[in-house]
């Protein structure tokens, strides 16, 4: 059987490091024994998309006390026939249900709750589809391949009344919960900036030929909304995430975790310009994303600001890591100091000597905070609320938006357009290829 996460030892550990207090209301949540969703105490899951992310999913949550995985769904005939049995044998012979298709999972009434961990341009598709058949769900980072879609998404939460996380991590983390809060009290004085990294060792893609459509792949499923291209293997598997198509650049990959925990100790939504600078620059390859990029997010009225750089080739880490790992975080100011935030932790350095601050590490515990959500009816108690999913994804979007048209935006954030800017607008949302439409909500 897979091990359950054991609360008690889960909590001491936290304890152990000071910051038990970090889980709040959530410690409470999880014993409270409200009425859970399904007929016997337990929460089925189904899991779409089951070859990276989301068998970090299937473990994640069959790992809650009261949860269980009972569904699997993917495209390729392969990936499923290996992912399910390996499951079944890991589950002690537990049978679990196969899908080749989303819509047909969403409808099966013995499924409580989706997680999805598909490609960025099925993501809101299929999470509507989900909400829409009475599920809740688990939506991986970033919740919308387009601003515009992310805002359905929310609205298709609240009409259905249905709760909905967002797959960024670091708002579970009660070290990170501990220090935005301290960073909201004042712990570095008033915070006027905030700088997100997201410097990563990606070696080219290379090029790959246009070839025949691999055995067992529904492709026209795998495509979706985007429009139909012949197969290449550097548009599939984890290398779609650099075509525009499919993907968001590593803004909108890696660099959404880091955005999200950017806006949220700024205490800001969307703002009303942003810059954009860069491209692909070092490797002759088939990749359309920047592989380097810098945005600037301004919010007068605030009078705060977010920067965000992206790399795909590291020289220096700026504090975040070591040697030559990954460097990855948030870096906040303010006129008493600098605190730097990082999966899963944060530091602070005050006055003019730097002197160490306040200090903490624990790790995510999302799954646990989706299961609680669920169960309370309350979207307090999720880890990342779709709303904020959105806000963060749309903030990449933006970026985004700003470096392909090579020119400054003003952005409102009440209408989430850019009032008369007809050619920026476009890029709000894209042509759905039919069926896989997502819907306006009303």
Same mark, same amino acid.
């Given at each position: ?134 599920? %809740? ?52 004085? +008033? ?18 030929? %246009? ?38 650049? +590593? ?32 490797? +002759? ?126 952005? +409102? ?6 009032? %008369? ?22």
């Amino acid at each position: 059987m897979v091990p359950r996460l054991n609360r008690r030892d889960f909590v001491t550990t936290l304890s152990s490091a000071g910051i038990a207090a970090g889980l709040g209301g959530f410690t409470r949540l999880a014993r409270a024994g409200e009425k859970p969703a399904s007929r016997n105490g337990v929460i089925r899951v189904g899991c779409v998309g089951i070859r990276g992310k989301g068998s970090h999913h299937m473990a994640g949550l069959e790992s809650v006390d009261g949860a269980e995985v009972v569904a699997l769904c993917d495209i390729d005939e392969s990936i499923l026939g290996s992912k399910a049995d390996a499951w079944e044998k890991r589950t002690g012979g537990r049978k679990v249900k196969r899908f080749g298709d989303y819509r047909k999972l969403v409808e099966d009434p013995e499924i409580d709750v989706v997680s999805i961990a598909t490609c960025n341009h099925t993501h809101t598709l299929i999470a509507i589809a989900a909400l829409e058949g009475g599920k %809740d769900v688990y939506v991986e980072k970033p919740c919308s391949h387009n601003l515009w879609e992310g805002r359905q998404l929310v609205a298709a939460a609240r009409k259905h009344g249905r709760m909905c996380q967002h797959g960024t991590q670091g708002r579970s983390s009660p070290a990170i919960r501990e220090g935005i809060q301290k960073l909201h009290e004042g712990v570095i004085g +008033d915070v006027y900036m905030a700088r997100g990294l997201c410097f990563k060792w990606r070696p080219s893609i290379g090029h790959t030929p %246009d070839e025949p459509v691999p055995s067992g792949v529904n492709y026209d499923l795998w495509l979706g909304p985007a429009p139909v291209r012949p197969f290449s293997h550097n548009r599939f598997h984890y290398n779609w995430h650099w075509h525009w198509d499919y993907g968001n650049g +590593d803004m909108g990959n890696q660099g959404v975790h880091e955005m999200d925990m950017a806006r949220w100790g700024l205490g800001v939504g969307l703002p009303k310009r942003v810059h954009a600078g860069g491209g692909h620059f070092m490797f +002759d390859d088939d990749q359309e994303t920047p592989n380097t990029l810098v945005t600037i997010y301004e919010y007068p009225d605030e009078k705060k600001m977010l920067v965000f750089e992206t790399r795909h080739w590291i020289t220096n880490q700026e504090g975040f890591g070591a040697g030559d790992s990954n460097a990855v975080g948030v870096t906040f100011y303010g006129s008493e100091g600098y605190m730097q935030v990082y999966y899963f932790g944060y530091k602070t350095f005050l006055g003019k000597k730097r002197e160490a601050g306040p200090t903490a590490t624990a790790p995510s515990n999302e799954y646990e905070r989706f299961i609680a959500g669920v169960r309370s009816r309350d979207r307090q108690d999720l880890g990342v609320e779709i709303e904020d999913g959105h806000l963060s994804s749309g903030l990449c979007h933006l970026g985004n938006i700003a470096y392909r048209l090579k020119r400054t935006v003003q952005f +409102d954030p009440q209408t989430e357009t850019f009032g %008369d800017d007809q050619e920026a607008n476009a890029m709000l949302t894209r042509e759905y290829r039919k069926p896989y439409v997502v819907p306006k909500i009303v």
